[in-house]
């Protein structure tokens, strides 16, 4: 639905795939923002340095499903090609390379050993669990988000709060002044917190934007997904 949604608008749009987004993250640099669909669970290195680095110069970034940036992983050769195989080790210490290059080396989510850099520091929230159908609870109206929607206060989304979820977590390390735009009441089949965020933040001295969903279910809730 984003898709189809960009090109009926007519939108200047560049597809690109994660290989393409890991071997040239520079190139972030030259659009106005990112847009991350889906379950877009994996990054290598190179793909969380290029945001960060893009943020720093003003790109915005928007990500459509829950947990992103949450495993660690890298890409090396295949009979097919270079960085065509993706790896991603949930122990650290079963990669390879795990004793020579110990940076680079996979573990099982960012936030854990070796790269001690959760997730939340460039997303503004952080993955909670999964097995969600729930409504999702406007608790900012006046959000840019929901502009033109018509959606008042406390307004009830049915169904957007659906598969993984994020929450904005006061434990984990954040980017100054996040706001919270939805705060949903959740019952999911495993989780942590209890309650389902929408979040948005600027980054400091003229940086872009950062908006996070927090959900697998807000494309799904645009409209049908065509195969």
């Avoid at 890991?22 to 659009?31: A, V």
């Avoid at 915005?60 to 295949?78: K, T």
């Avoid at 065509?84 to 936030?111: F, M, Q, S």
């Avoid at 904005?168 to 954040?174: E, F, G, I, K, V």
Wanted: proline share 9%.
């Amino acid at each position: 639905p984003v898709v189809y949604q960009a090109e009926r608008l007519g939108l200047d749009v560049t597809y690109w795939t994660d290989v393409t987004f890991s071997e040239h993250p520079d190139l972030l640099g030259r659009h106005k923002a990112l847009l991350t669909l889906g379950h877009d669970e994996t990054w290598t290195l190179q793909e969380r340095n290029g945001v960060i680095a893009a943020r720093a110069d003003g790109v915005n970034v928007i990500y459509f499903g829950a947990s992103p940036v949450l495993r660690h992983a890298r890409l090396q050769a295949s009979p097919m090609g270079p960085n065509r195989e993706e790896v991603d080790y949930r122990d650290p210490t079963a990669d390879p390379i795990y004793a020579t290059d110990p940076g680079n080396a996979t573990g099982n989510t960012w936030a854990e050993p070796p790269a001690n850099s959760p997730p939340s520091e460039v997303v503004g929230d952080t993955y909670q669990g999964y097995g969600l159908n729930d409504p999702m609870v406007v608790s900012d109206a006046t959000a840019w988000p929901f502009a033109g929607s018509g959606a008042p206060q406390g307004a009830q989304l049915k169904g957007v709060e659906a598969g993984d979820y994020d929450a904005y977590d006061t434990s984990q390390p954040s980017p100054p002044n996040v706001e919270i735009l939805s705060h949903s009441p959740v019952e999911p089949d495993v989780g942590h917190i209890m309650d389902a965020d929408m979040t948005y933040y600027t980054w400091q001295n003229g940086g872009g934007g950062v908006l996070a969903t927090g959900t697998i279910g807000w494309i799904p809730a645009m409209g049908a997904c065509k195969g």
